[in-house]
């Protein structure tokens, strides 16, 4: 009888955690794997200003996603990574991304507050909800485009109300943008 308790146990499946990606986290996977990004490929990305305003950037990449200024901390949510780029992490770390549902399932107990209608800059992982500060990539078995979870921190009612499950936004696998990241689901 102990050891059917003990097998059963060992068999259930361990809580999932949905973990953002750090730049710091980042750094140490393109530089054991040598990976470049889409963005880097390209020479530019997509710098937004708020939400309706956006650019294209020249030399943005992770590294410097403004096309500017180096990141400042390497605890912020590492940014200007496509759909390509997460999967790519995900495969080295042995993680996966979340699906959007399951995104959602798992921000629901984070009660730190969220970075929205623009009040703050992105900022530190540890500090913030997951929910809100940079939209979130997410799994998707479509071909074409990808769904964004979570909202950024342009996001307010009145505007992309992103911070909400119903709101919809879709980029395709090879965008970045400054701020969109992805967070994984460790097991």
Not at 30 to 56: H, L, P, R
Not at 58 to 80: M, R
Not at 123 to 137: C, F, M, R, T
């Amino acid at each position: 009888m102990l050891l059917l308790l003990v097998l059963m146990s060992s068999c259930k499946q361990k809580e999932l955690v949905l973990v953002p990606v750090s730049y710091a986290e980042f750094e140490q996977f393109v530089t054991e794997t040598n990976y470049v990004t889409d963005a880097e490929k390209y020479g530019w990305s997509i710098v937004q200003i708020d939400v309706y305003n956006f650019k294209k950037v020249d030399q943005a990449n992770w590294k410097v996603p403004d096309g500017i200024h180096k990141v400042s901390s390497e605890t912020l949510p590492v940014t200007q990574v496509s759909y390509n780029d997460a999967l790519a992490y995900c495969n080295w770390a042995n993680k996966r991304l979340p699906s959007y549902n399951e995104y959602w399932d798992l921000v629901k107990n984070d009660n730190r507050m969220i970075v929205s209608d623009n009040k703050f800059p992105i900022s530190e992982i540890a500090k913030v909800n997951i929910l809100g500060n940079v939209w979130d990539i997410t799994h998707n078995e479509n071909t074409v485009s990808v769904r964004l979870a979570g909202g950024s921190l342009f996001c307010s009612e009145s505007t992309c109300h992103g911070t909400v499950k119903e709101r919809k936004l879709f980029v395709d696998k090879e965008t970045g943008n400054i701020h969109t990241g992805f967070s994984v689901v460790n097991q």
